[in-house]
């Protein structure tokens, strides 16, 4: 748990594509689920991949951009940190 409703997912040996895979497999499983006291919810996700010798701050804030900008362009949805850095210059 990184935040209040915030989760990390490190995911070791994957690329940023598995890893925006595996981020919209959730997404649309959780959006599927009907939990037993609150029905159907969805979930937005931010995506980024670290960089070989770059801080984990960086990582983490491209990733919570990313996250913010999902939830900013309607929520219920995958961005990745990548593109966020690519749209920001």
């Known amino acids: 748990r990184y ?3 915030e989760f990390v997912v490190l995911l070791p040996e994957n690329d940023l594509q598995a890893a ?10 959780i959006e599927e689920y009907n939990f037993s006291h609150v029905g159907q919810i ?3 996700f931010g995506v980024s991949q670290y960089r ?3 801080e ?3 990582f983490i ?3 919570d951009e990313a996250l913010y900008l999902a939830k900013n362009r309607g929520r219920n949805r995958v961005e990745n940190g990548e593109e966020t850095l690519e749209e920001q210059r």
């Open 3 to 5: 935040g209040g409703e």
């Open 20 to 29: 925006s895979i595996l981020a919209e497999k959730l997404r649309r499983h």
């Open 42 to 44: 969805t979930c937005s």
């Open 52 to 54: 070989e010798a770059e």
């Open 56 to 58: 984990s701050e960086a």
């Open 61 to 63: 804030r491209r990733a």
